[in-house]
């Protein structure tokens, strides 16, 4: 099953249930994204999609300079780190892991490799 509303359409490389689990609140992460099965480094793990606003807002992840993309499903979703297991290709609409991923690994991006400025500023 797509994580995505069926108003996106039905992409069979959109992220499933079958390979992730959305974390809905944690004690100490908070909302998150879990993988479900083991990813290869290189592999693209996952298509995303959304709505391209104008602004930035929680959730989102910058296309250009003017255009975000809001998804409040999977990669908006996706927890920072420093040392990220995945790559989000925000012109493709990919997200490609940079390490191997394990079963029941959190799925992390650097926000600084896509955004200009961020929701949240924060040092590494």
Do not use: W
């Not at 592999?43 to 959304?50: F, K, S, V």
């Not at 290709?89 to 650097?110: G, N, P, Q, S």
């Amino acid at each position: 099953m797509n994580i995505y509303p069926s108003k996106y359409g039905n992409n069979p490389k959109f992220p499933t249930t079958q390979d992730f689990h959305v974390v809905e609140s944690g004690e100490v992460l908070g909302r998150g994204v879990i993988s479900k099965k083991e990813f290869q480094v290189g592999e693209i793990i996952a298509e995303i999609t959304g709505d391209v606003i104008s602004e930035i807002k929680l959730y989102t992840l910058q296309i250009t300079p003017k255009e975000h993309l809001y998804d409040p499903y999977f990669s908006g979703l996706l927890l920072h780190s420093c040392d990220p297991n995945v790559s989000v290709d925000m012109l493709l609409r990919t997200i490609t892991a940079l390490k191997l991923i394990k079963e029941d690994d959190y799925i992390t991006m650097d926000y600084t490799s896509t955004e200009d400025v961020l929701y949240n500023e924060f040092k590494c």
